[in-house]
Nanobody
Framework: VQLQASGGGSVQAGESLRLSCTYSGSSASYPPINWYRQTPGNQRDFVAAIGGSGMTLYAPSVEGRFTIGRADAKNTVFLQMNDLKPEDTAVYYC?????YGQGTLVTVSS
């Protein structure tokens, strides 16, 4: 599976961003897709996931602020991030079937 994350940028605390993950090469119509994030010197941390059935799962730190879903565009999963906090600053990656795509940087300033 090949994946590409996009939509990152620089925002102020309390603002929103919408990330997109475009994927290809999956044999499944709706493959499970995960979002992870990483800050310098730290491991990648789980953020959110959507299963083939549409079931979703969130890290406690983003529950209620972030929403993962399948976009109308084919082979695209979004991560809607609301009420962003400085601690959300990281490079965000999408993941599926053990593969990571190129990340997108999110910077939140206070």
């Amino acid at each position: 599976v090949q994946l590409q994350a996009s939509g990152g940028g620089s925002v102020q605390a309390g603002e929103s961003l919408r990330l997109s993950c475009t994927y290809s090469g999956s044999s499944a119509s709706y493959p499970p897709i995960n979002w992870y994030r990483q800050t310098p010197g730290n491991q990648r941390d789980f953020v959110a996931a959507i299963g083939g059935s549409g079931m979703t799962l969130y890290a406690p730190s983003v529950e209620g602020r972030f929403t993962i879903g399948r976009a109308d565009a084919k082979n695209t999963v979004f991560l809607q991030m609301n009420d962003l906090k400085p601690e959300d600053t990281a490079v965000y990656y999408c993941n599926s079937a053990g593969q990571y795509g190129q990340g997108t940087l999110v910077t939140v300033s206070s």
